[in-house]
């Protein structure tokens, strides 16, 4: 694995806040890993890398099944069952011998760019036996959270621009917003297909590769691309080792990457992962209105 180095040096006490008490990092590097080239299971390299491309696409309904051609026998999926799904995240931060988990769970509409889930950090994360589940409402170049920090009232919400964030809140809020999860794919360069297995019951495919943010970015779709590009920009190095788990429709079911750290103190590791399932789920999420949201000082706990 190649460790790249961050630009700022409190980058990587900042993740690990993040972990530990639910605060905002401000994140600027990680690490890259190497992808393979293989043939298994009737798929090679051309091919492992152009299914791993349309995933993006065909989970924001931008693909049919009249207009793309099938790879290997894995079939696009229609707009209809892609566009939605429920979705379950997990970051875990590994620094200085202590690991912690943040656990999040909600639903997103890949075709609007909007999710909700309900972010929970791990007990005495917060230095407390308890901490309230944070609420997360994610759109395209936003991110709005409740119960967000201390001195923020219960029923005000902290809005963060994620074009403004130098890791385009790729670990930011302790979630991947999905979409840019997924869009991260549109940058994979040297994938392997691994081969077939089964998740939550389900067939899937398994890739393994690196993607680079900055090729993501200029391909993604207009509700990432501003994420993604300020996540380039941060990054001193832009390539993220990945692993990915399609359904034979073509849709990401999990996907899974591995961020690292390294400043003055010991490297900081975080590897999030996404799953996703119940596909064609309903999906509403009405964002706060201005008064709504809050704009004095956040007191860290």
């Not at 790249?4 to 690990?16: I, K, M, N, P």
């Not at 590994?94 to 639903?107: E, Q, W």
């Not at 403004?164 to 999905?178: C, E, K």
């Not at 590769?209 to 993604?228: D, K, Q």
Request: include cysteine; glycine fraction near 16%.
């Amino acid at each position: 694995m190649v460790v790249r180095q961050h630009r700022s040096g409190g980058g990587a006490r900042a993740v690990c806040a993040l972990a530990v008490v639910g605060v905002m990092a401000t994140a600027s590097g990680c690490s890259g890993g190497g992808g393979g080239s293989a043939v298994a299971d009737g798929q090679d390299a051309a091919d492992a890398l152009d299914t791993v491309h349309r995933a993006a696409a065909v989970l924001a309904g931008t693909t049919s099944g009249t207009g793309t051609t099938a790879v290997a026998g894995v079939g696009p999926a229609s707009g209809a069952t892609a566009g939605t799904a429920e979705v379950r995240t997990a970051m875990e931060t590994a620094a200085g011998g202590t690991r912690v988990t943040i656990r999040g769970r909600g639903s997103y509409d890949f075709r609007s760019g909007r999710g909700r889930l309900t972010v929970v950090l791990p007990q005495d994360a917060a230095g407390e036996d308890e901490h309230r589940p944070i609420t997360e409402l994610l759109a395209p170049g936003a991110l709005y959270m409740r119960n967000r920090g201390a001195g923020v009232p219960a029923d005000k919400w902290v809005r963060v621009d994620t074009t403004a964030l130098a890791d385009g809140n790729l670990v930011t809020g302790g979630v991947t917003d999905p979409m840019a999860a997924a869009e991260l794919l549109r940058g994979a360069r040297r994938v392997t297909y691994v081969g077939r297995t089964v998740l939550a019951g389900v067939p899937v495919r398994h890739y393994r590769g690196t993607a680079e943010i900055g090729a993501a970015a200029r391909t993604a779709g207009p509700g990432s691309r501003g994420a993604l590009a300020a996540a380039a920009k941060g990054f001193r190095t832009d390539t993220v080792p990945f692993e990915a788990y399609l359904d034979d429709q073509g849709r990401l079911r999990k996907v899974r990457h591995r961020f690292s750290f390294a400043n003055e103190g010991p490297p900081v590791e975080v590897v999030s992962t996404t799953l996703l399932f119940g596909f064609g789920v309903p999906v509403s999420v009405r964002l706060p209105e201005g008064r709504d949201i809050y704009t004095g000082r956040i007191r860290q706990r």
